[in-house]
Every structure is written in C-alpha cells, then in structure tokens.
C-alpha cells in the first residue's frame, strides 16, 4: 500500500509522501497542495477530524475540486477549505477514489488482441465500467522511430481516441479482439448515466489533466450507448459466480488495473489463488509489489518506482504508465 493511502501513516507523512511520489511531475497544483499540507498543523487538524482510512490527499483533493476549490498556490487553497470544510468533509464521508481510466485499455488491449478468441471479459474493480470497451475506442500508438500506428473499432472510427508511447517488441494487433460478453465487479458501481457520478469521475482527474478530462467525457458517451452489467460486491467474494455466467464458447479474461492496492494482502492472496484455480485467463495492470509473486518474477526491476506492472496469468509482460500512456513490452 501506498503511503498515501495507509490508513497507519500519520497525516503529514502521507501528505509528504503523496507531493513526492505520486504528484511531482504529475501535478503542480497537488504537489504543492500536498507539501503545504504536510507542513500546516492547522489543516491537518481538520484533516484529522476524518476517519483515517478517509484522510487520502487524492481523496480529500478531488473533494474540494467537487466544491469549487480553484487550481492554484496553497495559501489560498489553505483558505478555501478552512471555509468549505463541513462540505468537503462530508463528501469524503461518502466518497471514495474511484478514479475510471479508459486510457488504461490502450495498455491492456495488445495482451487481450493476443488471445484465442471469441473473449468475454470481466473486469474486477470496474467503477464505471469504462475500461470494459476496449474494442470500441480508436487507438494511436506511436512507436520509438516515430512512425504512429491507428487501429479502429470494426465499424469505424471511434470519438475517443487513446494515445500510447510503445516501446519493445509490442505485438500491435492488427484488427480488435471479438469480445462478445462483457461484465464488472466493483464495491460501489459508478453509474455513467448519473450527472453526480461523472461530476465525481471528473473531480478524480488531477486538475492539469485536461485530455484526461475530455476523453472521460468521450468514453461516457460510448459506455452510455452500449451499458454493461457492474455486480455490485467484493470481487473475492463476486468473481466465480461471474465467470459462470460468461458463454461456454468464449475465452473468459479476468483483468483489473488500479484496484489490488486496495485490498489487504491475504485478500490480494485468496484473490490470486482464485485466478490460477478457476478456468480463466487472468491479465493483471497493477502497481509493482501489488500483486503476489509478479515483482519476483522479473529480470530486473523497472527504473521507474512509479511504473505499473502488465503481467499475464502472473508472468510479465510489459511495464505500464499507470494511465496508459505508454507501454514498455518486455522481451
Ligand atoms: C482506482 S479505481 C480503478 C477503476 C478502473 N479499474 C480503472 O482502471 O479505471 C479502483 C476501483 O476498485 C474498486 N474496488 C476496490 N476494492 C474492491 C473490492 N474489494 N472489490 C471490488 N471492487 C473494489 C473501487 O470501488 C474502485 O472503483
């Protein structure tokens, strides 16, 4: 777990934590949120007032975004939530970071275009589901010579189009992978059709991600044309029911990114056992040490700490920008 969202760190520690890891180069605004934070006792005592599983900078952050807080220096964001606390507070009471990154699908989609089809995929932690129409977003992947590489939905261009830096022998499909089910698990589904759940999708996006922020808006609108089934539940507890109701004659791919760092590690374990008990591919987008034995089984480990890990059925198989801006295929 992150320092920034374990609940046993203190508060300026995790706020310290979150403006050098996560923000720097990421976020001008929340590094230096997240530093003024650390070093102001009388904003962390508000921060305090919040149960500590609550008390996440990306948490908090996206909440004041939620109620106004305007992109800039400290002090004055300092100011702001002094004034808005009750209100930010209470949204982080009943909120939780959700963020959905279709981006990630253009990391994941090499590895599903790769498999025997038909496929019927299954994301686990989906919140809005966007991940879960990999085959109908349009893709630019841009490789190192700098040659550029589109691939297209089966009817056409798609308004949303996933930008990805690919280096390594990438197998860049050809065509898109048929999927023919499509299903996600998530403790609390966020609804595309909801204008309160997008204003929530949009307050997670880091405020200087503005195509972040666009193609969110891009990817709702096709999700909305095509809705998918999200069960609501704990995916340990969800998982082999659902893989009973996908077709017979498909190829079942279990996938997730962004979503075991939230589990505790025996969950993490019962979890990955489940994957290499039941009859499933298992495609897994995660954090280094995050998911069970996939760090150990790399040559070296990646120079980038931030750096996801693309493993299949828990072998490696690429290094991940973790929104799915680039894409490093191991050899
Ligand atoms: C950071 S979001 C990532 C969403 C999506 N996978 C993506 O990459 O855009 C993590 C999601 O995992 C869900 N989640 C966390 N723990 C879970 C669990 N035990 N069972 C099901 N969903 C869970 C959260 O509710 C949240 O929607």
């Not at 530093?35 to 990306?58: C, E, F, H, S, Y």
């Not at 952050?61 to 606390?85: K, M």
């Not at 309160?196 to 922020?213: K, N, Q």
Request: glycine content about 6%.
């Amino acid at each position: 777990m992150r320092a920034s969202t374990d609940p046993s760190v203190a508060t300026a520690e995790r706020y310290r934590a979150f403006a050098k890891v996560e923000a720097r180069g990421m976020s001008v605004c929340y590094e230096r949120w997240a530093a003024g934070v650390a070093a102001d006792p009388a904003t962390m005592a508000l921060i305090d007032q919040l149960p500590a599983v609550k008390r996440q900078p990306n948490l908090v952050f996206s909440a004041a975004r939620l109620h106004g807080a305007v992109v800039g220096e400290y002090p004055q964001f300092a100011a702001w939530l002094r004034e808005h606390w009750s209100d930010v507070a209470a949204t982080c009471l009943t909120h939780a970071t959700q963020t959905n990154e279709p981006g990630r699908c253009a990391v994941l989609l090499p590895a599903l275009a790769a498999l025997a089809g038909p496929l019927a995929i299954i994301e686990v932690g989906a919140s809005a589901g966007l991940c879960l129409h990999p085959d109908r977003y349009s893709y630019r992947y841009r490789l190192a010579d700098g040659d550029e590489r589109m691939l297209h939905p089966t009817d056409g261009p798609s308004p949303v189009v996933l930008d990805c830096a690919v280096t390594g022998p990438v197998p860049l499909p050809e065509r898109m992978p048929k999927i023919v089910w499509r299903a996600g698990i998530d403790l609390h589904p966020l609804d595309v059709h909801s204008d309160a759940d997008l204003a929530w999708l949009e307050a997670l996006i880091w405020p200087e991600h503005d195509d972040r922020r666009s193609r969110l808006r891009a990817a709702v609108a096709v999700a909305r044309q095509e809705p998918v089934q999200i069960v609501t539940g704990d995916l340990n507890d969800q998982i082999e029911a659902l893989i009973a109701r996908a077709p017979a004659e498909a190829t079942v791919v279990v996938f997730h990114t962004a979503v075991l760092a939230y589990l505790n590690e025996p969950d993490r374990n019962r979890f990955a056992a489940q994957m290499t008990r039941l009859p499933v591919r298992w495609l897994s987008n995660e954090g280094q040490s995050v998911v069970p034995g996939v760090l150990e089984r790399l040559a070296e480990a990646p120079a980038l700490s931030s750096a996801f890990i693309l493993a299949l059925d828990g072998e490696p198989i690429a290094l991940t920008q973790p929104h799915g801006r680039a894409l490093h295929w191991l050899g």
